[in-house]
């Protein structure tokens, strides 16, 4: 039990190092591209997609160490990372265009919430044990 919860640990504070590094770099260029006048909605679209493919190889080979299938493992961080973007979406236009709360702490306080559902969803389903026979 004390062994599992070490590897939890370990794992969250991996997670935490290349989201703090990963959305650090995406939250100025976000500010940048919104200063420069790119709608909120489309400066989030794109440096998500940046995102995705980034932290998908330091969180596959580094924070959860999977030595699974990688293709299985990106097609499933890929179909997660959409279900993200779309829950993201939905909430910048609830909160910003309908509530007018604004944009720059919106994306802040997304930011924490999004990396809590992606650290679970990528524990348990992308970087998880495999079912056994699964993966050759």
Same mark, same amino acid.
Not at 15 to 33: C, E, K, Q
Not at 96 to 121: E, I, K
């Given at each position: 039990?004390?062994? +599992? $919860?070490?590897? /939890? /640990?370990?794992?969250?504070? $991996?997670?935490?190092?290349?989201?703090?590094?990963?959305? =650090?770099?995406?939250?100025?260029?976000?500010?940048?591209?919104?200063?420069?006048?790119?709608?909120?909605? &489309? @400066? *989030?679209?794109?440096?998500?997609?940046?995102? /995705?493919?980034?932290?998908?190889?330091?969180?596959?080979?580094?924070?959860?160490?999977?030595?699974?299938?990688?293709? $299985? !493992?990106?097609?499933?961080?890929? &179909?997660?990372?959409?279900?993200?973007? =779309?829950?993201?979406?939905? &909430?910048?236009?609830?909160?910003?265009?309908?509530? @007018?709360?604004?944009?720059? =702490?919106? *994306? @802040?306080?997304?930011? /924490? &919430? *999004? =990396?809590?559902?992606?650290?679970?969803?990528?524990?348990?389903?992308?970087?998880?044990? !495999?079912?056994?026979? !699964? +993966?050759?």
């Amino acid at each position: 039990m004390l062994a +599992e $919860r070490g590897v /939890v /640990v370990g794992q969250l504070l $991996r997670y935490t190092l290349v989201g703090l590094g990963s959305n =650090a770099v995406l939250y100025g260029l976000y500010l940048l591209l919104t200063w420069l006048g790119l709608g909120p909605k &489309l @400066a *989030m679209s794109l440096l998500y997609a940046v995102g /995705v493919v980034q932290t998908f190889f330091f969180n596959k080979d580094w924070t959860f160490r999977h030595g699974g299938s990688g293709s $299985r !493992a990106f097609q499933r961080y890929v &179909l997660l990372y959409v279900l993200g973007y =779309a829950i993201n979406w939905l &909430l910048m236009e609830l909160l910003v265009v309908r509530l @007018a709360l604004p944009h720059q =702490a919106v *994306m @802040a306080g997304l930011l /924490v &919430l *999004m =990396a809590l559902f992606f650290f679970v969803g990528q524990k348990f389903w992308v970087f998880g044990a !495999a079912p056994q026979g !699964a +993966e050759a």
